[in-house]
Structure formats: C-alpha cells, structure tokens
C-alpha cells in the first residue's frame, strides 16, 4: 500500500462514527510515505459508519519460524499462525508490526488480517530438516493464535496436530476461550512430552515448579470442564480463607474479627488478584497465620513446623530463615526440617526422583530471571519491578543500582531489628511476623501482588487490637485497588482519545505494582520502627 487509498481514508473517520472496535483511528502506517487526514470541510452530513467487517488475506511465506537471540526473552523460536489479531486490544505491543504490511496498526490490525494456511506444511519442512534441535516453540507470542478467525481457518489446530506427531515440546499464549477446543490434541502432547502423563492408569504428578505433593489438587480439578474447575477451585479458595480468618482471630485471644476488617481485607487487591488468577497465595497466608500463632505461644518447633509450608513458595522462606539463623532459633529451624523432609518425601513416592530433580532445575532457572519469573514484571510487588519500570526513564545501570541499595537497605534493616530471639510479649509476634514477611515480599525476585495475602493474619490482628494504625489498613486496601480499577479503564481512555502509546501503556501499568510495593514497605518501616521500640527502648 504505498499511498492511502479512499477506502484507508475513510477508515480514519472520527471516533463516534467507528464502533464495536477497539482502535478509534487508522493512523497510515510509519514507512509509508505519504499521509491522509480526514477534514470535516462542511459539506459532509455527519452519520454513523457501519461497522467494519473482518478482512482475512493469505500469507505466502516461505518459512514460519520466527528466531531469536534475545537474553531477555525465555525462548528463541515462535510461531504466529496470523498478523494482525481481531480481538483488537488498544494495548497490543504488537500493533506497530503491521506497519511492515503496508497497513495501519490502528483499525487494520485488528480487521485487515493475515492468515497463514500453509503454516503446518512449512513447520514440518522445519522439523526435517537434519541440523534442527528440539526446543520449545512459543506460538502467539505476537498475535493471538485463538483469535475468532481460528474458528474458521483452524490454522492453530493443524499446527498441534504436528507438533503432536512430533512429540514436540511447545508453549501457547492466548487469551481465547477457544483453546478449550484444542485439549484433547493438548492432552495427547502432554502424555507423549511428559513422563508422568504416559500411563494413564496410574495417577502421577508431572514436574513443574511447585512441590509434586501440592499439585494432586491442580489435577483432580483438570478432569472438570475448566469453567467448573475454577469457579470451584475459587469458592474453595474464597470460603476457606473467610472461615479462616475467623478461626484465626478468635485464636489469638481477642474478639472475632468485625465484619468491617473482612470485608476491607476481602475486598483488597492481592485477594481479587489472587482468586481471579486461580492463584494460591490463600494457603500462604493460612500457613502464615498458624505461624503466628504458634509463635505468639512460644511454641517454636510447632512454628516451625507450619513455616514449612510456605515451600509452596519456597523464595519466601529465605529471609524468615536468615532470621532464625541469625537468633540461633533451633527449635523453629529444626520444625521446618521436619516439615520440608516430610513433603519431600512424600515427593518422591508421588512422583519419583526424576520429577523432584526436575522441579529442583526449574527452582534454579527462576533464580535467573528466566521463564515464569519473568512474567508480568508490571505486576510484581518488589524492587526488581521498581528497577524495571526506571530504566525506562534513567540509565539501567542507575535503575538497576538504586533498585540494589534498596534491597540490601530492607536486608540490613531485617537482620538488625529482628537480630535477637523473638520477643513474645502482647502483640510483638505479629509485628514480627507482619515486617519480616513484608520484607520478604519486596526482596523477592519473583513476588506478584498477591503475595501480599500471606501479610494479611498479621495486618488483621494488629488492626484488631488497635496497634496498627488505622490509616495503614486503609492505605493498604484502598490505594492499590483504587489505582487497579483506574489503570484497568485508562487504556481505553486513552484509546478514544488517541493518546495511547508504548510509553504510555508502560508508565500506567506501573502504578499496579508500584502502589502494592508502596504500601508493603510501609508496613515493613512501620514494622521495624515498632518493633524496636519495643525491644530496643533505651537505643531508640
């Protein structure tokens, strides 16, 4: 397309005259050197435009994996079925792509669309050929291989349906419902891929990042329809954590919690993010609590034996455990060597040696930054994202030192306050409890806002004793939620408005983890100011 044509002029018409789209405009594309504009020169009558319909072309490449070098990315070969994506996000980092078809990366990208039927065909031309090593090819990374189009074209299943004669190992990024079409072509793959998926007549636990011993649940649910499977797996997760609390305050010897403090807690951001994700940061904060608990009891081992449970996350534990060296705490270390031998054990005659051993390399590469730790860095909570977020408007190497001095200033700060055995007097423990796992949260390398719930047990004793401030809860609950729904409408906004940019997209996701990460290291000053004032009177 080397000049505009009268049909991309007229797709620039204003905003109130293109509806049921997600881009309001049709920018001409950035090579292309030529532009139109529209100009209203008064002789127009003003009247809605019918909708734009869908426009599908045939892409005649001759080759469909797409390599890359990147270290920042945690694959080096994709597959994109189509260009261009239907589903029309104004967000899309991958609208500017189009601009290297000819077309807009405004109202094109999401209605002039580029099918790729021969994709199959030329992936195994691939797989053939003598020099090619097996890796996992990442597919959507680009655009959505279940965008609506799929439903006709069924691009998307003619390449599963290879890579499943393959036996090829693969990764899929979508947000279409219509994936669900494709799990019996995504179950034959995982029984060919996966050791533990292979004789169906045993029930076995396939290696991935969490313990073997935590994920029977995860599978059990999978034999459900998905819908039923996360609407359950969410009324487990939401009653049990509400009767939990409960259970927790009435144990801590104080009235039950008021109906107010729950649904404040309910309501806050790391819950919502955490039943919507079908995450499991509920137990985290049941195994806190029982921490505390036993803490606040001097029961050290029974402490100890409940911190186990944060192996679910075993990242969390190393701050707390830094903490019970550091005290020379024997009775609580020795409880969590017994919990943590426990689940090991119980690893291995679920799963085998292989399947630990696995789970144990994947540990290694998150401690890298590789793979699923680098998912959604917007939406962590700690000084890695505050780094992230800052080497867009400083030096990376400025960003990455000011992020540094952070983390060792919330080390040193932990190790010193919390240096000595633990004082158990009234509400000490929970204050203990709230700054040391607060710390943990923002030192973590991989800590998504719902990491925060395991805070919660602590926040909602100290509330309730009227020891934390009560603007704290407030910040803690409002600030981050409120700045969540404004960030979840602002694209669109900004869409309408055609103001929406990369730099843009990148500077409003960052209030998401940066207000959790602010209020979290709130709670970990106040923490450690309270604390000391406690323990350490005479040097305050």
Not at 141 to 155: F, G, M, S
Not at 313 to 333: E, Y
Not at 335 to 343: M, N, R
Request: charged letters at 15%; aromatic letters at 10%; one cysteine or more.
């Amino acid at each position: 397309m080397a000049n505009p044509q009268p049909d991309q002029i007229d797709r620039q018409r204003q905003p109130r005259e293109r509806r049921g789209r997600g881009a309001a405009v049709n920018p001409v594309g950035r090579f292309e050197r030529l532009r139109a504009e529209p100009v209203d020169d008064g002789w127009e009558i003003e009247e809605d435009l019918p909708p734009l319909r869908t426009e599908v072309a045939v892409d005649r490449s001759r080759s469909v994996i797409v390599r890359n070098t990147s270290p920042d990315v945690p694959f080096d070969r994709s597959v994109n079925p189509y260009r261009g994506c239907e589903h029309g996000c104004t967000y899309c980092y991958a609208r500017p792509s189009h601009a290297q078809l000819g077309l807009s990366p405004g109202l094109d990208f999401e209605t002039r669309l580029v099918a790729k039927p021969d994709a199959p065909r030329l992936l195994e031309a691939a797989l053939r050929k003598p020099g090619y090593r097996v890796a996992p090819i990442a597919i959507g990374t680009n655009t959505d291989p279940y965008q609506p189009i799929e439903k006709t074209w069924r691009v998307m299943r003619g390449v599963l349906e290879l890579l499943a004669g393959y036996r090829h190992p693969l990764t899929i990024t979508t947000k279409g419902a219509l994936v669900t079409r494709d799990l019996d072509i995504l179950g034959q793959i995982e029984r060919s891929i996966l050791p533990a998926a292979a004789d169906p007549s045993r029930f076995a636990v396939n290696p991935m990042a969490y313990l073997p011993i935590f994920v029977p649940p995860f599978q059990l649910l999978s034999l459900l329809p998905p819908a039923a499977g996360y609407w359950i797996w969410t009324a487990v997760n939401l009653g049990a954590f509400a009767l939990y609390l409960r259970y927790f305050t009435r144990r801590m010897g104080q009235r039950p919690a008021s109906a107010r403090s729950l649904l404040l807690v309910l309501a806050s951001l790391p819950v919502f993010l955490n039943l919507f994700a079908g995450q499991v940061a509920v137990w985290l904060a049941i195994f806190t609590g029982e921490f505390l608990l036993a803490l606040s009891a001097g029961k050290l081992f029974r402490a100890g034996l409940w911190l186990g449970g944060l192996l679910l996350k075993p990242h969390l534990l190393v701050l707390i455990g830094l903490v019970l060296l550091l005290q020379r705490s024997f009775r609580a270390l020795a409880g969590l060597a017994v919990t943590a031998s426990a689940l090991l054990a119980a690893c291995l005659l679920l799963s085998g040696p292989a399947a630990v051993l696995r789970m144990l390399e994947l540990w290694l590469i998150q401690g890298t930054g590789s793979g699923y730790s680098g998912v959604w860095l917007e939406g962590q909570m700690n000084w890695r994202m505050l780094a992230f977020h800052l080497s867009a408007l400083v030096d990376a190497r400025l960003a990455t030192g000011m992020a540094v001095v952070g983390m060792l200033s919330t080390l040193v700060i932990t190790l010193y306050v919390w240096r000595r055995p633990f004082d158990l007097r009234e509400s000490s423990p929970a204050i203990a409890v709230l700054g040391i796992f607060a710390a943990s949260a923002v030192l973590a390398w991989h800590s998504h806002i719902n990491t925060a719930m395991l805070l919660i047990p602590a926040i909602l004793y100290l509330a309730q004793v009227d020891v934390l401030p009560s603007r704290a809860l407030a910040w803690w609950v409002f600030l981050p939620a409120s700045l969540f729904v404004v960030v979840t409408f602002m694209p669109q906004i900004l869409g309408q408005l055609n103001l929406f940019t990369d730099s843009a997209n990148r500077f409003i996701y960052f209030f998401i983890g940066a207000a959790e990460f602010a209020v979290t290291l709130y709670l970990f000053l106040w923490a450690a100011s309270a604390y000391s004032r406690r323990v350490y009177p005479a040097s305050m």
